[in-house]
C-alpha cells in the first residue's frame, strides 16, 4: 500500500502517488519519496535536481544531474550560505532548456527556502511575493524560523547588492544630461 502524508493525504486512507508541485514552468518543489520517482521524474522532463538533506538519496537516472546541500531540517543551520550557489545552478538549468526539482525530506522547510531564494534572486521577487509563490505551489511549504531569518538576511543582501553605488549614479546622470544638451 502506498505512503500517505499530512499534506498529501494522511487520514483518507487512499494512497497519494508521489506529486512534484510546480512553482513555475521549469521549477518544482517535492519530498524525497517524489525525487526518486523515476517515471514521475522523466514524465515531467526534469534534468536537474538539488537535494536539500544530508541524507536522503538522489534519482537515479543517467539524464538528471544534481547537487546536494547537506543540511538538516534545523534552525540553527547554515542554509543561507547555499543560497546563491543553488539559485545559481536552478537559474543554468533552467536557461539550458531543463526542469529542475528542489526537495528534502518532506518538501517543506528547507526546500522552500530554497525555492523562495531562487525566485528572490533570478526572478527579482521580494521575499514576501516569492514565498507566496512556493506556499502557492506547494500549501505545506514552511521554512523553519532560522531558515525564514536567513531568507529576511538575503532580501536585505539582494536590496544592497541592486543599489548603484553614488559615484556611478551620478556620472549616469551627468552623461544622460550631457547627450540631452547635444541633441539641442
Known amino acids: 500500500m502506498g505512503e500517505t502524508s499530512t499534506a498529501e493525504g494522511w487520514g483518507t486512507g487512499k494512497p497519494v502517488p508521489p506529486q512534484a508541485h510546480r512553482v513555475t514552468a521549469s521549477l518544482l518543489i517535492s519530498n524525497a519519496r517524489t525525487a526518486c520517482d523515476e517515471d514521475l521524474l522523466a514524465r515531467e522532463g526534469v534534468t536537474f535536481c538539488v537535494n536539500v538533506t544530508r541524507q536522503q538519496p538522489f534519482p537515479d537516472l543517467q539524464q538528471v544531474r544534481g547537487i546536494r546541500v547537506p543540511v538538516f531540517d534545523d534552525p540553527a543551520e547554515d542554509l543561507y550560505r547555499?543560497?546563491?550557489?543553488?539559485?545559481?545552478?536552478?537559474?543554468?538549468?533552467?536557461?539550458g532548456g531543463g526542469k529542475c526539482l528542489v526537495y528534502c525530506k518532506n518538501g517543506r522547510s528547507r526546500s522552500a527556502a530554497i525555492c523562495t531564494a531562487y525566485l528572490m534572486r533570478h526572478r527579482k521577487l521580494p521575499l514576501k511575493d516569492a514565498f507566496e509563490t512556493v506556499k502557492a505551489a506547494r500549501p505545506v511549504a514552511e521554512p523553519n524560523a532560522g531558515f525564514w531569518s536567513q531568507l529576511q538576511r538575503y532580501e536585505e543582501d539582494l536590496k544592497i547588492s541592486k543599489q548603484p553605488d553614488l559615484p556611478s549614479q551620478y556620472i549616469l546622470q551627468a552623461f544622460e544630461f550631457f547627450w540631452v544638451d547635444m541633441d539641442l
Do not use: G, L, N
Open 82 to 95: 547555499y543560497f546563491e550557489q543553488c539559485s545559481d545552478a536552478i537559474e543554468e538549468a533552467v536557461r
